[in-house]
């Protein structure tokens, strides 16, 4: 029977292929700089010259006792130290308003998502967008979920200024935009606003829209939520229509919904 194998010490251990292969480099230079022999350097720090002669060649990796012995003998430092990694920054970028995750943490979670349909006149659309922290880029991002036409579902980011006191959902594909407008949410977290988009058209032609959009907490939720295109008849279908009417109730404006001159100066 074969003996275990064991791991070897820690300062026996085999150092990274690169960092070896930098050792190498750090040695060859420093015995040109003093015009030494490998044999010299081999006796100084104590190791064979044929464990330097395979480590130089890179038939074998240095090991972390052996690179240690060679800074003894050269006196000087041959590994470099771990890059420094950059801490994440704390605030987002001041193209989506410098806000901090705990100043915006109440809009993080999902939300059902209701708008009227684009493809069927008179149904209710409704989808779920989730809204999360991004640590890498600190910052909100929305990602779009349970959409009837998944391959449309669309994810981008969060920007929250304080000059207009709103919410925007902003995606941005190639130098196209869809844009989201929110007011503040209510006191059951509520957020209603406008979305600006591009809908097909005739042919392959895309059309600009700008259709009512709310945002409803999930756990706020009306009682058997549906996803998808909602019709007259289903039973979740007056509840969403009822909220759908509210963004029109001091949230946004319509104003070919309005009658002529209830907008002074339009």
């Avoid at 060679?70 to 704390?90: D, T």
């Avoid at 407008?181 to 059309?207: D, H, K, N, W, Y």
């Amino acid at each position: 029977m074969p003996p275990f194998e064991t791991a070897p010490e820690p300062d026996e251990a085999d150092l990274p292929e690169g960092q070896s292969r930098a050792v190498a480099d750090a040695v060859r230079e420093a015995l040109a700089r003093r015009r030494m022999s490998r044999q010299a350097l081999a006796d100084a720090a104590r190791i064979s010259i044929s464990t330097l002669e395979k480590a130089l060649s890179g038939r074998r990796p240095f090991t972390l006792a052996t690179t240690i012995r060679l800074e003894e003998a050269l006196g000087l430092p041959l590994r470099q130290p771990p890059p420094r990694r950059e801490a994440a920054p704390r605030q987002a970028p001041a193209a989506f308003g410098s806000y901090t995750r705990a100043a915006v943490a109440f809009l993080e979670g999902r939300f059902l998502t209701l708008r009227p349909s684009f493809g069927q006149p008179g149904a209710i659309f409704a989808y779920r967008t989730e809204i999360a922290w991004d640590v890498e880029s600190a910052r909100l991002v929305f990602r779009e979920a349970e959409r009837l036409d998944a391959p449309f579902a669309q994810t981008g980011t969060v920007s929250v200024p304080n000059q207009s006191g709103h919410i925007y959902l902003v995606t941005e594909f190639q130098g196209q935009y869809r844009l989201a407008m929110l007011g503040l949410p209510t006191i059951q977290g509520e957020l209603f606003g406008i979305l600006t988009t591009l809908v097909s058209g005739r042919g392959a032609q895309l059309t600009p829209a700008a259709t009512p959009l709310a945002l409803v907490p999930e756990r706020s939720a009306p009682d058997g939520a549906c996803y998808g295109r909602v019709t007259a008849g289903a039973p979740c279908e007056p509840a969403y229509r009822a909220i759908l009417d509210r963004v029109r109730d001091g949230f946004a404006v319509f104003p070919g919904c309005l009658p002529p001159g209830a907008l002074p100066g339009a």
